[in-house]
């Protein structure tokens, strides 16, 4: 069975600072690692996904995100936080890349002034 | 073009009623999923269409949830009867049929029950 454990379900940060939002994954075959976003009255918006090419992904608006099998890890990152940046950041595993998303618990991110 | 949308985007029923929930699609997307969260906890899968054919159910908590897609478009989740532990945001998504697809999602539906 698939997991996903995110350190962490608030981050603060002040504007400006490095961003780096913690996910750790478990599977029994090569996953597909996805991180998606949720601002507030919205749906979840994909940031980047993982599908086996590169293992560094870039993704919207300046994330980026390691794919690391050695540390089952898919850390999200972003060298500066802007105020927009507040949210709520899920990473999710899957299987196949269009089967069921597993999903951990989330973070929200507070960005400070 | 349009992104998948649901609806009602609220609802507050007591225990013991009926609550239907829809999600359309992006046009063209034939796989469509649900997912549940509830308050404090991950998102979580409850099942999964590939056009109109039921592809995974094994996340639907109990025989209280009925999901329907007719005719491969739009869907419907009933809860019948509603209960406390159902409260949480609903969230549907769709996604092409094709490796590595994103999957679009809706803003969801947050549903109280009393």
């Known amino acids: 069975a698939q997991s996903v454990t995110q350190l962490g379900s608030h981050v603060s940060v002040s504007e400006g600072a490095l961003v780096l939002l913690r996910c750790n994954y478990s599977s029994s075959v090569p996953p597909y690692l996805f991180w998606y976003v949720q601002y507030p009255n919205q749906g979840l918006q994909l940031l980047l996904k993982?599908?086996?090419?590169?293992?560094l992904v870039k993704g919207i608006n300046g994330f980026e995100a390691e794919f690391k099998k050695s540390e089952t890890s898919f850390h999200l990152t972003k060298p500066s936080a802007h105020m927009s940046d507040a949210a709520e950041y899920f990473c999710?595993?899957?299987?196949?890349?269009?089967?069921?998303?597993?999903f951990g618990k989330g973070t929200m991110l507070l960005v400070s002034p | 073009e349009a992104g998948v949308t649901q609806f009602p985007s609220h609802s507050v029923i007591e225990k013991g009623q009926t609550v239907t929930l829809r999600c359309d699609p992006i046009?063209?997307?034939?796989?469509l999923y649900w997912y549940r969260r509830v308050m404090g906890k991950e998102i979580k899968f409850l099942l999964h269409?590939?056009?109109?054919?039921?592809?995974?159910e094994s996340g639907m908590p109990n025989n209280r949830f009925l999901a329907e897609r007719t005719g491969g478009t739009y869907s419907t989740l009933k809860v019948q009867p509603a209960e406390l532990e159902d409260s949480g945001v609903y969230f549907c998504a769709s996604s092409q049929d094709t490796l590595g697809s994103e999957q679009f999602f809706g803003p969801g539906t947050r549903l109280t029950v009393l």
């Open positions: 046009s063209g997307h034939d796989n």
């Open positions: 993982y599908t086996s090419a590169a293992t």
């Open positions: 269409f590939v056009k109109e054919s039921k592809q995974d």
């Open positions: 999710a595993v899957s299987d196949s890349g269009y089967s069921t998303l597993t």
